[in-house]
């Protein structure tokens, strides 16, 4: 309960320092000029997430991560799960091994700060929620999206009180800072990949703040993931 609080009080600060921005959710994805390289590749990415999800329970939950996410990760019952490459510059040792193909388009693009396949079972709601830091930028590019079969479903990404369906092979850039929540009323699991770009231009003060905020967040992602690493290693049963 405290860990929560700390983080809810130091990400809502850390969104204010960002206040000056005036930007609108969904920016254009030329915004982020790696994006064009990812959807070329589409294919073989979707193929490589399949393979890493092919048994879910192999792959950590947000909670195992991120415990002061449980609440979000698991409000109904159902995981999300995340397979992480890369945060905020840190590698995860044994990405490489199990997602060479990402791995290698994003060691080609030096904006990409944080690379990881996302996937929500069937049925599953991700509550409203936001993201901490204005500094970066959200493109996601859908893998695996499940066509609806019946007018009540539907595979959805909320920005702003406003509705984005995404297929197989499209991409959207946006700012997670905003209020935004995931579903996946179908009955198959959905997969997307999520990517965190360094939002470009920025001031230059709010540069500066950018450079010590992402070298901070590298130390916390370097100490959080060593864990992940491992729990990824030993369940995937592929590296000692």
């Not at 001031?203 to 100490?223: H, M």
Request: hydrophobic share 40%; aromatic share 10%.
């Amino acid at each position: 309960m405290i860990r929560e609080f700390v983080y809810g009080r130091a990400t809502a600060a850390l969104r204010s320092a960002y206040g000056t921005l005036d930007e609108p959710p969904v920016l254009p994805r030329d915004r982020f000029r790696g994006g064009e390289l990812f959807e070329q590749k589409w294919k073989e990415l979707a193929e490589e997430a399949r393979r890493i999800f092919e048994v879910p329970s192999k792959v950590p939950t947000f909670g195992e991560i991120m415990p002061e996410q449980e609440p979000l990760a698991s409000a109904d019952g159902k995981p999300w799960r995340l397979f992480v490459a890369k945060a905020y510059g840190y590698k995860v040792p044994s990405a490489p091994l199990l997602a060479p193909i990402l791995c290698n388009l994003t060691a080609q693009c030096p904006d990409v700060l944080s690379a990881t396949y996302s996937w929500i079972p069937a049925g599953k709601v991700i509550p409203p929620h936001r993201g901490p830091f204005r500094g970066v930028l959200r493109y996601t590019l859908g893998l695996h999206v499940p066509e609806a079969q019946s007018e009540g479903e539907r595979v959805s990404l909320v920005i702003d009180g406003k509705e984005h369906r995404l297929r197989e092979g499209q991409s959207i850039l946006w700012d997670d800072t905003y209020v935004h929540s995931s579903l996946n009323t179908t009955q198959q699991p959905r997969t997307v990949l999520l990517l965190d770009v360094k939002r470009r231009p920025l001031p230059v003060l709010l540069g500066f703040l950018n450079f010590c905020v992402i070298g901070i967040t590298y130390l916390g992602a370097y100490l959080t993931l060593r864990k992940h690493a491992q729990t990824i290693a030993n369940r995937a049963g592929k590296i000692p």
